[in-house]
């Protein structure tokens, strides 16, 4: 998935998140549409019974119910379903940011409102027809977190019902919905929290993250030095849409046009912008693609491992887990520009045609695409061996779940100790595919320690020779302004950014050498 193109919302970030919708928020009109009703006006009701009301769904929503239709019945990515049921409805851009803010809402608040729904519903929630149970959703957050006047999320919410499901559920969707909207999203928290002690338990339900990811995220503060009283900032900011970042790829790209339609200029990454919103399709260096969409963390930690010196040849680059290409596109730009080659590796066939896509702008003797499992390199011959190694692992991208909205329920803590297994095996390959003196960068988009402290730690016990270097440093040298990221770790650091902090993905980097002169050694994974 390219970095942030499915996030955008209409009005900016910070509007239909479940719970910053309160009140200062839009008023909106049946349609969705923002207005200004001067302050808060009474909830009102449409006297009309459900079944005499209308039987057209508004394309928004419908567009919305199918993107949660998609996700729950063919385990759908919304950001990839998103955009073509926005074409296939014809939505307007205001009404394509309505569709956007109402699906993601409803995806990410879905542990919330489903609590707030069981208490509203005579049956247990798996009892119901699972469509009903997403058209409530749907009205829920338009209810509680979207300022739709309540007439309107019911009248709409009871009309998609009948349009799409059927007439016999319109007085359940009807009734269900007035009772959800007698209480403010606030009044409902407090409700739900009543005798819950344990603070994660109590984060989970407010925030609307599962207990174990909340869990995991507090630790992952903690063991990079941060306080755990963050959390709370942490999962607020995992439910806003992100800011969407370009980069100009070095010697290629240009940001020009980005800035004179409204971008602003990065703070973070050099020859970056935060984009002004709206098709990006528009601009040239877009559609050429010599500026690309990339989250700043990913930028800045491809930067990072381009950026560190090193001693003696520096012509072969490889990028060992490189689908879809972003990291591949900005290193191969970096690598052209110094005379370099970057080989861009990837298992999945459809994922490498992505990264060849990907690397089109940039001259074609810098690059070249591999498909083929990356710990096939732990075997590669002394005299081929590179550089400067890419590892962005596969991960449970427990980092991005600001543009995956649906990602928070599908993930399990299995999921993370079958995954550490993969990273750690992709690392120790590194190890042996990386010259003495050369650098490999160890990167997830995600901040569970399993996945990132734990695996370099244990690469670091398996690789006598391996040495970790200053990540922090590193990083503070190629960006534009001190991250405050980095923490200290076995004679360097390692940099852990947040969504809340650095308002990147909460991307993690750990850069490590082979003392030169040091054979690399085939590790056994013990
Ligand atoms: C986090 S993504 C990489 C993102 C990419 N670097 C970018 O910036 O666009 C991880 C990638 O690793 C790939 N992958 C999975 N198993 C792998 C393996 N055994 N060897 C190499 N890559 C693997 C996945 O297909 C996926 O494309």
Request: hydrophobic share 45%; net charge neutral; glycine share 10%.
């Amino acid at each position: 998935m390219s970095d942030g193109t499915g996030g955008g919302r209409a009005g900016g970030a910070g509007r239909g998140g479940p719970r910053d919708g309160h009140p200062g928020g839009p008023r909106r009109n049946e349609q969705g549409r923002e207005r200004n009703r001067g302050g808060a006006a009474p909830r009102r009701f449409s006297t009309s019974a459900p079944s005499q009301r209308k039987r057209i769904a508004d394309p928004a929503r419908l567009a919305a119910f199918e993107v949660l239709r998609a996700v729950a019945t063919e385990d759908a990515y919304a950001n990839l379903v998103l955009p073509a049921r926005i074409r296939d409805r014809g939505l307007d851009r205001r009404d394509a940011g309505f569709a956007t803010e109402l699906a993601y809402g409803a995806l990410r608040g879905q542990g919330l409102y489903d609590a707030i729904l069981a208490r509203c519903v005579d049956r247990p929630l798996d009892q119901l027809d699972p469509a009903i149970l997403d058209a409530l959703r749907l009205g829920a957050h338009q209810v509680l977190a979207m300022r739709v006047p309540t007439h309107a999320a019911l009248d709409e919410t009871v009309g998609l019902a009948r349009a799409v499901i059927g007439a016999g559920p319109s007085g359940l969707v009807n009734a269900v919905l007035r009772k959800v909207a007698a209480r403010s999203l606030d009044a409902w928290i407090a409700d739900l929290l009543e005798g819950v002690t344990e603070p994660a338990a109590r984060d989970a339900i407010a925030h609307s993250h599962p207990e174990w990811i909340v869990r995991a995220m507090r630790q992952s503060l903690v063991a990079h030095g941060r306080s755990a009283e963050e959390i709370g900032a942490l999962l607020e900011a995992d439910n806003l849409a992100p800011v969407v970042n370009l980069v100009a790829l070095p010697g290629l790209g240009d940001l020009e046009e980005a800035l004179a339609s409204g971008a602003e200029p990065g703070t973070l990454a050099p020859d970056s912008a935060y984009s002004a919103g709206g098709e990006l399709s528009r601009l040239r260096s877009v559609r050429a693609g010599t500026t690309r969409v990339q989250d700043a963390g990913s930028q800045l930690v491809a930067r990072a491992l381009a950026g560190v010196p090193l001693e003696g040849r520096d012509t072969d680059w490889l990028d060992l887990c490189a689908g879809p290409g972003g990291k591949a596109a900005l290193l191969a730009a970096l690598a052209a520009e110094r005379g370099a080659e970057l080989t861009a590796n990837e298992p999945a066939p459809h994922r490498a045609e992505l990264v060849r896509k990907a690397l089109v702008a940039v001259p074609r003797d810098a690059w070249s695409v591999v498909v083929g499992d990356g710990r096939r390199y732990a075997g590669i011959p002394a005299d081929q061996r590179f550089d400067r190694i890419m590892v962005d692992a596969p991960c449970s991208g427990l980092g991005a779940l600001r543009r995956r909205p649906e990602s928070r329920w599908r993930k399990t803590p299995r999921d993370i100790a079958e995954l550490t297994i993969l990273q750690g095996e992709l690392l120790d390959a590194a190890l042996a595919a990386i010259r003495p003196g050369g650098v490999v960068a160890y990167v997830t988009c995600s901040p569970h320690p399993a996945e990132t402290l734990a695996v370099v730690e244990d690469a670091l016990r398996r690789h006598p020779s391996a040495r970790l270097l200053d990540a922090g440093s590193a990083i503070d040298g190629v960006g534009l302004a001190p991250l405050d990221a980095a923490h200290p770790m076995a004679g360097g650091s390692t940099v852990q950014l947040w969504p809340h902090l650095h308002r990147t993905d909460a991307m993690f980097l750990a850069l490590i050498t082979l003392d030169a002169g040091t054979p690399a050694q085939t590790a056994t994974k013990g």
